[in-house]
């Protein structure tokens, strides 16, 4: 079979331990038992690995997790497809993991019968940094973790979805498609693509990359192009989707990623090669976007003579707003990320801890927006750093610039207005620069400090620099064209940034240079000659030679033991369908809606309430009463005290949750029960995994089966109380 997917309650790995780590590198350990022997292990940013040589009367291989502190039968197994085989020895990934200790297990199932079995040393597992835009409480989903939560781990519900080189194009997934629930098979990563945009399945996604995946190898699934394309319906579409790659050697090869309309995405832990014209690209009606920990080398040549290193690593524009991109090295991108094309209205933007390494321009260009910079390292750039044109404000903090020709630049105004050319011919915007170390830069004009380069120049400068991060910039100062003042967003509005997550300057470098990228540093590595690659910005043709020689060390993909899975897989055959990993406590999965028959519609309820109390053993959940705390339910959305009250099984309710698009509610049913919704007179509809049910009389009731579900947003409605029974 060609579907790789899992629906799972999580990824088995919940656990919610007590220590956190700023960063944990991934270490090597040699562990031996009988006929098995670990190589190598470590820790990184929600997950873990595994090496190990081959055991030469093997059939196959199984490996677990558990948390540290948990006893040995608490050992979850990882699905089949995180097991890979290299031409020397093999390796598993766990991912998913909350920041924790964790021990993996690898046991080898022996041709002959039996097993040998080794066991890593504790293990820690690291959170990412989820700061910036993209995690403001002000952003459409307050999130930008896709198919995770928050904490790292999967949530509840989520589909995973395993692509390789050799299903890309067979790979297969059920979508719900109407309003009905009526639910089609996609097939082909981008068929299934296809089939979300409809804009009716918004089930948490976990697209998982392994190994590299070609072009070619997606044919038929990318668009004229060369994209692969994430779109939604309308603007700022609910998506819930992550894309990621596994370990350290996923590599998107010769294509790029589009995403439109969309809505709490997240791109993580690829390498993105000879991608034409743009890498990552977010362009129009994008919100909740996190971009992070990617390894971007150089794209397929543009027409253009400022194109020969590919167009933009990660741009993005027409009103994408509440984006963060963190944590990603650039290969010497020719134009790292442009901010703005044509907007009209302010959007909110975060850069930090990427490494520039030995790029030329843009990090970022921007204009319109309001961008927050900080923490990034400017590791040898040749031309320029931050960039702001028309309407700009960049807050820029906390940065490293080593041997960046120009930091800072505003329009028309300051070193742009040397003689040298200007970036952009656009009115200037203002930048507000704070606490950055800046060493070997040929120019930099300050509005207020004789600090930079030059003497201060309140009329003509780059930036104005602040004395305290907190300082607003007066009104006074103004882009020499254009008129823009600083418009101080960084006091005035979330930023997604607490203080704890601006690092000392100081430890900028190290930190960023060990943590920007793919796990472990990923599988390329180039080393660059500052005394001539700092100051040069033509294509580096030994770069260039290696990334177009590329090719992954990957063999194949399974472990060939999961029980009751398939026979051992070659590199050259599909990978067959996951094995559901096992719980610490089994909870049944939902049953699926059959791909032929529309989903049961809701029993209607009458105008008069029922005035008997649930049965004994109910689950209950009163918003007046309780807001939204509860101990059965996940909850996440309003309140609201102003929208009437209702009179229900003796009850009157006068605080209800509103059901918005970012309203979700999620619970697990350990057996087939029925769920009353109470609602007010506004609402028509409300969805449930999916499908839409009538709301009549203010109540709704649905048959369920035991699994895991989802509340979700279909006509606007306020809802006071609910009951699993």
Same mark, same amino acid.
């Given at each position: 079979m060609n579907r790789i997917? /899992?629906?799972?309650?999580?990824?088995?790995?919940?656990?919610?331990?007590?220590?956190?780590? @700023?960063?944990?590198?991934?270490?090597?350990?040699?562990?031996?038992?009988? !006929? @098995?022997? =670990?190589? !190598?292990?470590? !820790?990184? %940013?929600?997950?873990?690995?595994?090496?190990?040589?081959? =055991?030469? %009367?093997?059939?196959?291989?199984?490996?677990?997790?558990? /948390?540290?502190?948990?006893? $040995?039968?608490?050992?979850?197994?990882?699905?089949?497809?995180?097991?890979?085989?290299?031409?020397?020895? &093999?390796r598993a990934d766990a991912v998913g993991l909350a920041a924790g200790s964790y021990v993996m297990k690898v046991e080898a199932v022996l041709s002959g019968g039996g097993t040998a079995n080794a066991v890593t040393g504790t293990l820690a597992a690291a959170p990412y940094d989820r700061s910036g835009f993209a995690f403001s409480t002000a952003s459409p989903? #307050?999130?930008?973790?896709?198919?995770?939560?928050?904490?790292?781990?999967?949530k509840s519900g989520a589909q995973v979805l395993y692509v390789t080189s050799q299903n890309a194009q067979t790979v297969t997934l059920p979508v719900v498609v109407s309003s009905s629930g009526t639910v089609q098979t996609g097939v082909g990563l981008g068929g299934i693509l296809t089939l979300r945009q409809k804009g009716y399945d918004t089930t948490p996604l976990a697209i998982r990359f392994i190994g590299q995946v070609k072009a070619a190898d997606l044919s038929g699934q990318l668009n004229s192009s060369g994209y692969l394309e994430l779109k939604g319906k309308t603007n700022y579409t609910e998506m819930n989707i992550t894309l990621e790659g596994i370990g350290k050697d996923a590599t998107a090869y010769g294509w790029g990623m @589009?995403?439109?309309?969309t809505g709490n995405v997240e791109v993580r832990n690829l390498g993105v090669m000879l991608f034409p014209d743009d890498g990552i690209s977010m362009d129009t009606g994008n919100a909740n976007v &996190?971009?992070?920990?990617? $390894?971007i080398f150089y794209g397929s040549a543009g027409s253009d003579a400022d194109q020969t290193k590919g167009d933009g690593s990660t741009d993005l524009k027409k009103g994408s707003t509440y984006i963060t991109i963190s944590y990603n090295h650039y290969f010497d991108s020719g134009k790292a990320a442009l901010v703005g094309l044509s907007e009209s209205a302010e959007f909110f933007v975060t850069f930090h801890h990427n490494w520039f390494d030995h790029s030329d321009s843009r990090h970022p260009r921007i204009r319109v927006a309001s961008v927050h910079v900080y923490n990034n390292f400017y590791d040898g750039v040749s031309k320029y750093g931050v960039g702001v044109t028309t309407d700009a404000s960049a807050f820029v903090e906390g940065n490293v610039f080593r041997n960046t020709k120009n930091p800072m630049l505003s329009s028309l105004q300051g070193t742009d207005a040397l003689g040298e050319g200007t970036f952009s011919g656009e009115n200037g915007g203002m930048i507000k620069a704070y606490n950055n170390s800046i060493t070997g830069a040929a120019s930099l004009i300050y509005a207020n400090s004789n600090t930079g380069t030059a003497p201060a120049n309140a009329a003509s400068h780059d930036a104005y620099l602040a004395s305290s991060r907190s300082e607003a910039v007066p009104g006074s100062?103004? /882009? @020499?064209?254009?008129?823009? /003042?600083?418009?101080?967003?960084?006091?005035?509005? $979330?930023?997604?940034?607490?203080?704890?997550?601006?690092?000392?300057?100081?430890?900028?470098?190290?930190?960023?240079?060990?943590?920007?990228?793919?796990?472990?540093? #990923?599988?390329?590595?180039w080393t660059f000659n500052n005394s001539v690659d700092d100051a040069s910005y033509a294509l580096n043709a030994p770069l260039m030679s290696a990334i177009r020689s590329y090719t992954s060390g990957l063999v194949s993909v399974g472990?060939?033991?999961?029980?009751?899975g398939p026979s051992p897989t070659p590199a050259a055959t599909p990978v067959p369908t996951v094995t559901p990993m096992p719980t610490v406590t089994p909870v049944p999965t939902a049953t699926p809606v059959p791909t032929t028959t529309p989903a049961p519609t809701a029993t209607p309820v009458p105008t008069t309430a029922p005035t008997s109390t649930p049965a004994p053993g109910a689950a209950v959940h009163n918003f007046t009463a309780s807001g939204t705390s509860s101990s059965f339910f996940t909850i996440q959305g309003n309140l609201s005290t102003s929208k009437g009250t209702v009179n229900y099984n003796g009850l009157t309710l006068t605080q209800c949750l509103k059901i918005e698009s970012a309203t979700r509610i999620q619970f697990t049913a350990a057996k087939a029960s029925t769920l009353t919704l109470v609602f007010n007179s506004e609402g028509t509809k409300i969805k449930v995994d999916g499908t839409s049910y009538p709301i009549t009389n203010g109540v709704a009731t649905i048959s369920l089966a035991a699994g895991t579900h989802t509340i979700t947003k279909d006509s606007t409605a306020n809802l006071y109380y609910l009951v699993v029974e």
């Open positions: 997917v /899992a629906k799972v309650t999580s990824i088995g790995l919940l656990f919610s331990l007590g220590l956190t780590l @700023l960063f944990s590198g991934w270490g090597t350990a040699v562990v031996h038992a009988a !006929g @098995l022997t =670990v190589t !190598g292990s470590g !820790g990184g %940013n929600e997950a873990a690995y595994v090496e190990w040589s081959p =055991v030469s %009367n093997a059939s196959g291989y199984k490996v677990f997790i558990k /948390a540290a502190s948990a006893a $040995d039968s608490q050992y979850q197994q990882l699905h089949n497809e995180l097991i890979r085989k290299y031409a020397s020895y &093999w989903y #307050g999130t930008g973790s896709g198919a995770y939560n928050d904490n790292g781990t999967l @589009l995403l439109r309309y &996190w971009v992070h920990n990617n $390894d100062y103004k /882009a @020499l064209v254009g008129g823009t /003042a600083y418009n101080n967003f960084d006091t005035l509005v $979330d930023t997604g940034v607490s203080v704890a997550a601006v690092d000392n300057v100081s430890v900028v470098q190290q930190k960023v240079t060990a943590g920007a990228g793919r796990q472990g540093g #990923g599988d390329f590595s472990g060939n033991a999961n029980p009751g």
